[in-house]
């Protein structure tokens, strides 16, 4: 997948995220506290943790969607809040779980919305291209002209990939990016984020399938759903005990070489 | 479903046949026949009337673009807003309190009520939507408010108007129907009117693309760079002043609103910046062509062209919606 159109267009900037802590709603329980960590361009992290753990709440909060309830989030120099929406839309590309479609508009179309509000030194034309470039990338460039209303929930997730990556923004936000989608496409995705890595871009994407966390990314940052989390290289976070213990089901893993395979002993259950 | 790229240049050129054929025929339709009137018939009557249906429906179908796209509700018409029980109940005040025959009593009434209802659902969303402070996303109530305000002052007008319905001596009765229905006859305030459309227009037209973006969500909005919360104002004040003034012009006229954006949708214009504008000339050649039905239908008597446009909108919505339905 080295044809994937990669045109970033700011430079790339670490993360920061100090002591944060976060909270399902305003007043709502307690989903992460002192939250830390550091993430630097050109590394893959993936972010995990069981249902309700606050995968897309810390997501949409590293997005600028949300305020943290403590704790500071910074991009680069500046405290995430005092960035302006307009430069942040060129720093960080946020691919949400559910989109709304309520008016036709082709995959194309779709795509371009991200390319035109975020490049306006593109020519219709060129933004055009650009966005079927990303759809071929994600192998939907056939339905380019289709209505996106009339596409499966896999493709439709393939069309929201390739708005994210043709916004251009070094920083992806996925928010399960392989939901929907088949084996022959997630294994698709996993060249693409390291081409995009490769070319200087940050991942940050919350999954739920252990292997594939292991096979796409260079780092893991895993919530227990109790406000604790590990974070680190993925050696060091998808390991037995720290995911047995988030996940509150036996966790075995097989290594191989280099690689590792993840599996749940359905046969035991932890208490 | 294959999308076409938008026919714009077909349908500039048919824009630029449709408006003035509608002008003409508007103009040549006569309760005495057809002809070319003379002189003070045309002048005083005829172009005034022709001129305030055009500014009408076209203020009614850019209203209803602007609220479809801010409630992301294709089924939304101008009137969620409030703004025609508002002009209605301004109307029938005018009617039931002042003298008899006082002259444009009932307009300025209207004009006063649709000012009235649009500042209230104006105030009430402008207040909703500014609560998160700096301007992102936060809880932020957004389309859901828009209606609830919108069917709360409606109601709230409705109730009025049942009252004075009730209370309405025979002949009152006879112009509160007539208002409540819409009408064009005697409407010849046509450049106030068309003033507010054009104002509209430019006000949204600009940020056209911005109300594309945030029909897919608010949140996907934000992370492109739109600020939200004050394109959706800007729409919802263009779509209130578009409306206030063609109801304060003409009365209640349905579907107008409602269809008028979806026709244009169905011709391939789904982009809002071609959408808006495309929608203010359908809506307008539409309701020109209405109001000649229906002030020729049963000459010398007229209908009231509420009753045509719903005549024609009422089948073609349904037929919409059950190609809406059968395309899932």
């Known amino acids: 997948m080295s044809a994937a159109p990669i045109r970033l267009n700011a430079s790339p900037v670490p993360l920061h995220l100090r002591d ?41 909060a590293v997005a600028g969607l949300s305020t943290t309830a403590a704790g ?24 949400p779980q559910f989109w709304l479609d309520p008016f036709p508009a082709s995959g194309w179309e779709t795509v371009a919305c991200a390319v035109v509000a975020t490049q306006p030194d593109l020519s219709a034309a060129q933004a055009e291209l650009l966005a079927r470039d990303w759809l071929k990338g994600f192998d939907v460039g056939a339905l380019a002209d289709n209505d996106v209303r009339t596409l499966s929930g896999g493709e439709r997730q393939r069309v929201a990939l390739a708005t994210a990556c ?27 984020l390291s081409a995009w890595s490769a070319a200087g871009g940050t991942v940050f994407a919350a999954v739920h399938d252990l292997n ?27 390991q037995a005990a720290p995911l047995s213990h988030a996940y509150a089901v036996p966790v075995s893993v097989l290594e191989e070489g280099d690689a590792r395979w993840f599996r749940v002993d359905l046969s035991a259950r932890r208490d | 479903m294959i999308l076409k790229p938008p026919p714009l240049a077909a349908a500039l050129l048919l824009a630029g046949v449709c408006v003035p054929a509608a002008l003409f025929i508007g103009l040549m339709a006569g309760s005495s026949g057809w002809g070319w009137p003379q ?147 005697g409407a010849s305030l046509w450049w106030p009117l068309w003033a507010a459309v054009g104002i509209a227009l430019l006000l949204a037209w600009p940020r056209a693309r911005e109300l594309d973006w945030l029909t897919r969500g608010d949140a996907w909005a934000w992370t492109l760079g739109v600020p939200v919360a004050k394109r959706r104002r800007l729409a919802i004040l263009a779509a209130c002043i578009a409306t206030g003034a063609a109801v304060a012009t003409a009365g209640s006229i349905g579907f107008v609103g409602l269809v008028a954006p979806h026709i244009v949708r169905l011709v391939g214009l789904r982009h809002a910046r071609a959408l808006l504008p495309f929608s203010v000339v359908f809506g307008g050649v539409f309701l020109v062509l209405a109001d000649t039905v229906a002030r020729t239908l049963i000459a010398p008597a007229q209908l009231p062209v509420g009753v045509v446009s719903a005549a024609v909108g009422v089948p073609l919505f349904l037929f919409l919606l059950l190609r809406r339905s059968q395309a899932r």
Request: hydrophobic share 55%; glycine share 12%.
């Open chain 1, 72 to 95: 500071e989030i910074r991009l680069g120099e500046r405290a995430l809040s005092q960035w302006p929406a307009r430069e942040l839309a060129r720093q960080r590309a946020w691919c």
């Open chain 1, 212 to 238: 594939m966390a292991w096979n796409f990314a260079t780092h893991a940052l895993l919530l227990d759903g109790q406000g604790g989390f590990v974070a680190g290289t993925r050696e060091e976070v998808l």
């Open chain 1, 20 to 60: 944060v802590a976060l909270r399902a709603g305003n007043a709502g329980r307690q989903l992460v506290s002192a939250l830390s960590l550091s993430i630097e361009p050109g590394q893959r992290w993936a972010l995990l943790g069981p249902n309700g753990a606050g995968k897309s709440t810390l997501l949409s």
């Open chain 1, 166 to 192: 043709a916004q251009g923004a070094p920083l992806l936000l996925l928010d399960e990016p392989t939901a929907h989608l088949d084996w022959a496409h997630q294994v698709l995705l996993q060249p693409l």
């Open chain 2, 39 to 185: 002189g003070d018939i045309l002048w005083l009557i005829r172009l005034p009337r022709v001129l305030s249906a055009f500014g009408t429906g076209a203020g009614l179908a850019l209203a209803g673009a602007l609220i479809q796209l801010v409630t992301r509700n294709p089924l939304a018409d101008p009137y969620v807003l409030g703004v025609s029980s508002g002009a209605s109940v301004g109307a029938l005040l005018a009617l039931m309190l002042l003298p008899a025959g006082l002259f444009l009593a009932p307009e300025l009434g209207a004009v006063l009520g649709a000012l009235a209802a649009t500042s209230l659902a104006f105030l009430f969303t402008w207040r909703a939507m500014g609560k998160s402070g700096d301007g992102r996303i936060g809880n932020q109530p957004g389309t859901v408010v828009v209606l609830l305000v919108g069917v709360m002052i409606g109601a709230a007008c409705g109730a009025a108007v049942s009252f004075m319905l009730a209370i309405a001596n025979d002949q009152q009765l006879r112009s509160l129907v007539f208002w409540l229905l819409g009408d064009l006859n």
